[in-house]
């Protein structure tokens, strides 16, 4: 199917596992990766508003640093912002945008992508503008969507149906959602929104892949990965899975992919230990968001004999 995009954004929300310090190696070898294996949408990282010093460079993703990086000509490059750094603010969105993307006439960056919860769709509308005027490719990463019901998914489509957002984004956030749902959430989004559909999948009940793959069996275009799953909680559809699936031309440079891991993600993942458990199961079925669970395995304060009870408490 010629008009999947196939967004790969581990640089983004891998970060949430190593506060976004990857190496200048890692990145350029991974940009390169993925412009061989077939990927054309890479979301480089966040636009944080908050400056934190212990953060990496892919928390912010600023000019220069990008300046610096080896893109390939191939990838169209992109970020993402949160819209409660802008809703959540004293200062105008215009004063707020202009300090997020300095000089964006001249950037690299030709997507944003908005992160939203559901009440903050309804107050995007000047950021949406601020970057039409600019000629950026916007898409919305409806947040939480497993908790939204049937009226609040058909009054969001609604409402951006009007605005000048090219991509609507489904983001399992919880990871608790199921292909049936999948089935039920696209059909109703198709319905009610005319633009192009995506799908970010969390990996809590090792259903991401699935999740995906059936979301684009019923029209979504975009479909969202990371380099080994590394995302928030358990992580999301990994790369070179989806790549199997819908870029079957691209095997032969599977081997890049495998030396991607080799040299870099191996060993991220055995140092975060990102992937579907137990913990990350309980969370899903309970409603539980991810993070907490993330935050109770990587603190040394907690044993595992302590686990239960925290999990017992977070569902009550």
């Known amino acids: 199917n010629k008009t999947i995009k196939i967004l790969d954004c581990t640089l983004r929300d891998g970060g949430y596992h190593n506060n976004w310090r990857f190496g200048r190696s890692l990145i350029n070898s991974y940009l390169n990766c993925m ?12 636009r944080f508003l908050n400056q934190n010093k212990s953060r990496g460079e892919t928390a912010y993703t600023k000019e220069n640093f ?32 202009q300090v997020t993307f300095p000089r964006l006439n ?9 992160a939203c919860h559901y009440k903050e769709i309804f107050k995007i509308e000047p950021i949406i503008n601020w970057l039409k005027k600019r000629n950026i490719f916007i898409t919305v990463n409806l947040m939480q969507v497993s908790e939204l019901n049937k009226k609040q998914l058909i009054k969001a489509c609604s ?11 489904i983001a399992d956030s919880l990871g608790s959602i199921k292909p049936n749902e999948v089935k039920n959430l696209i059909r109703l989004i198709k319905n009610n929104w005319k633009g192009e559909v995506g799908i970010h999948a969390h990996d809590n ?4 892949l699935r999740n995906t793959v059936k979301a684009e069996s019923l029209g979504a275009q975009w479909l969202d990965c990371t380099v080994l799953g590394m995302g928030r909680g358990p992580g999301n559809t990994k790369t070179e899975e989806l790549i199997k699936v819908f870029k079957k031309e691209y095997v032969r440079e599977f081997k890049y992919i495998k030396i991607l891991r080799v ?12 992937g579907t458990n137990k913990y990350y199961k309980f969370a899903a079925i309970n409603k539980i968001h991810p993070t907490y669970i993330q935050e109770m395995l ?13 999990l017992k408490n977070l569902k009550e």
Do not use: H, Q
């Open 106 to 114: 001249a950037s690299k960056i030709k997507f944003v992508r908005i």
């Open 205 to 208: 009940l090792n259903y991401a």
């Open 298 to 310: 990587s603190d040394s304060r907690y044993k595992k004999n302590n686990y239960r009870n925290i």
């Open 263 to 274: 040299k870099f993600f191996n060993d991220l993942k055995k140092k975060y230990k990102w």
């Open 35 to 46: 412009s061989k294996i077939g990927v054309e949408f890479i979301e480089l990282g966040f």
């Open 159 to 169: 409402y951006l149906s009007k605005k000048k957002v090219e991509v609507l984004y």
């Open 66 to 97: 990008i300046k610096k990086l080896k893109i390939p000509k191939n990838l169209s490059i992109g970020v993402m912002i949160n819209a409660s750094d802008f809703i959540n603010n004293t200062s105008s969105v215009d004063k707020l945008c």
